[in-house]
């Protein structure tokens, strides 16, 4: 059982700043994929963030120049800087790791962490 570890999650006003936390496992972290997806109530769950292993990283355009994706290959642990929020941040924010692997998917899931953007 592929364990990915979250932490960072909490209330902040409009304008603030969070840093998400999502540590994983040395073997998926050195081969994996790791990105940020979140959900917000009665909404389906949508991709934020992505950093392959090279550092490349894509944004969705409702985060660009307002959130940061890194990987700290140190520490095995991915995190999401996010500045000026806006109370539609509000949602549960998932950690990801993906990777194909032959020809098999493999896909893990963090157990999620509430942000709530709220004055």
């Known amino acids: 059982q592929v364990q990915l570890v979250e932490s960072g999650g909490g209330l902040v006003q409009p304008g603030g700043s969070l840093r998400l936390s999502c540590a994983a496992p040395?073997?998926?972290?050195?081969?994996?994929?790791m990105g940020w997806f979140r959900q917000a109530p009665g909404n389906e769950r949508e991709a934020v963030a992505g950093?392959?292993?090279?550092?490349?990283?894509k944004y969705a355009n409702s985060v660009k120049g307002r959130f940061i994706i890194s990987r700290d290959n140190a520490n095995n642990t991915v995190y999401l800087q996010m500045d000026s929020l806006k109370p539609e941040d509000t949602a549960v924010y998932y950690c990801?790791?993906?990777?194909?692997?032959?020809?098999?998917?493999?896909?893990?899931w963090g157990q999620g962490t509430q942000v709530t953007v709220s004055s």
């Open positions: 950093i392959d292993t090279g550092g490349t990283t």
């Open positions: 990801n790791a993906a990777a194909w692997i032959e020809t098999q998917l493999y896909n893990y």
């Open positions: 040395a073997s998926i972290f050195s081969t994996y994929t």
